[in-house]
């Protein structure tokens, strides 16, 4: 089972795809932009994830309980960084006396909820009861990090405790939503019969998506039947099948193989959520297989996200791909098929004839149509100019957006990749 610190980056990871309302609805904190075949807005709340997972400066490690400050959490030299890796510190290694002291000083909301979501892995007996307690706080923030607390203890009473909590029909949806998420990561060996079992008697979509994606963590052998079943059942939404399938791909449980059946449906949906699944497989070698999909599928959406899986594997075929980008006519479309063939470039020498096909017909388009496109068609172009940021052409087409382009976060975009921040553009 994956450690949850790194579940959470691959839940981020897959928000720059799409997985439509899956991860758009379910209530994380995330930062990466919608993806392009995505129109509904992010419903995710402020919490401590993002906080969590920060780099830090140096904080020496503690031997004992008696190490550990809690009055240098309030201490206005530290940067937050450090003051959440010591309130990491505080929960994972400290007692309910120590935990209560720092939970009372006039602290930033999420150092205060780094502390209580760390309590789940301190190991000690009182954490169970010390997080229970907080789930009445009158924070939701709060209330919300206990729970992932309690999803970190790995105890099947508590994993149990938590399913009996999201059922309770005066719950915010934010609330439930986070325990259908935290379960999805927890090491309890309960958690994958807890979540399914609330599958079937949940009656709000959100919860019904973030049950799919907590799901979607869990060890495949476990839940294989399960999603076999609700893709092969003909009463399962189409965009259900297509959310399970794109939240699927993200786990390393899951191989392409699985994928390759739901290419060949005659539901559009279905096929873009298993392109997309494919887009963000961390194994194996999708992309050829994408390719020969691309060349094709006639549906527009359905198009346009294998386009965008595309942009993150790689076809293997430059020169094909950059057929298929000549030939696409609308702008966003040209776009994504261009970062298509840019990712088709990985590994490939400077001197290579389609590396400098590239920087001769696609940089200087790509930086065209994103000073004369929409913001997210701008946006676009800049990311797919990010894949070959180390190129002459590429930068001077970043160079000349930053210059020109009108749209300021589209300016702002090229200009931080130029100055080493891609993420920017994502």
């Not at 309980?65 to 030299?77: E, I």
């Not at 297509?242 to 059946?261: H, I, N, R, Y």
Request: charged letters at 25%; a neutral charge.
């Amino acid at each position: 089972m994956p450690e949850r610190r790194p579940v959470f980056r691959a839940v981020a990871k897959l928000l720059g795809l799409l997985v439509t309302g899956l991860l758009l609805s379910c209530s994380r904190n995330a930062s990466p932009p919608r993806s392009v075949t995505s129109e509904k807005n992010s419903v995710f709340s402020k919490g401590s994830d993002e906080g969590l997972r920060e780099g830090a400066e140096s904080v020496p490690p503690v031997s004992s309980v008696s190490a550990l400050d809690a009055n240098r959490l309030a201490d206005p030299s530290l940067s937050i960084k450090a003051r959440l890796r010591m309130a990491r510190q505080i929960g994972e290694n400290g007692d309910p006396v120590l935990w209560r002291e720092a939970l009372a000083m006039v602290l930033p909301v999420n150092v205060r909820e780094a502390i209580l979501e760390s309590i789940g892995s301190s190991g000690r007996p009182e954490a169970s009861g010390f997080l229970r307690d907080y789930l009445g706080d009158a924070e939701q923030g709060m209330r919300r990090a206990a729970v992932r607390g309690l999803a970190a203890t790995s105890q099947a009473e508590d994993a149990q405790f938590l399913g009996e909590w999201m059922s309770r029909p005066t719950l915010a949806i934010e609330e439930s939503t986070e325990v259908a998420l935290a379960l999805g990561g927890s090491r309890a060996p309960n958690a994958t019969a807890i979540l399914m079992q609330a599958y079937p008697k949940a009656d709000r979509s959100e919860l019904v998506q973030c049950l799919i994606l907590g799901l979607a963590q869990r060890p495949f052998n476990q839940t294989q039947g399960f999603f076999r079943q609700l893709l092969g059942d003909p009463a399962t939404e189409s965009e259900r099948k297509k959310e399970a399938l794109g939240a699927l791909g993200q786990f390393d449980s899951v191989k392409e193989d699985f994928f390759l059946p739901y290419l060949q449906s005659a539901d559009p949906d279905v096929r873009s959520g298993a392109y997309l699944g494919m887009g963000v497989l961390s194994e194996g070698n999708p992309g050829p297989r994408l390719l020969v999909s691309l060349r094709t599928e006639s549906d527009p959406q359905a198009r346009l996200s294998l386009l965008e899986s595309l942009g993150a594997q790689s076809s293997g075929d430059p020169w094909a791909m950059s057929r298929i980008a000549q030939a696409e006519t609308e702008p966003l479309n040209r776009i994504m098929a261009a970062k298509a063939v840019a990712r088709s470039l990985d590994g490939r020498p400077s001197g290579d004839a389609a590396v400098q096909e590239f920087g001769r017909l696609w940089a200087p388009e790509l930086a065209r149509l994103a000073i004369e496109g929409s913001n997210t068609e701008g946006m676009q172009a800049v990311s797919a100019l990010a894949v070959r940021k180390k190129s002459p052409e590429a930068r001077n087409a970043l160079a000349r957006i930053a210059a020109t382009a009108e749209d300021t976060k589209v300016k702002a975009a090229a200009q931080k990749i130029l100055q080493g921040n891609p993420k920017s553009a994502h």
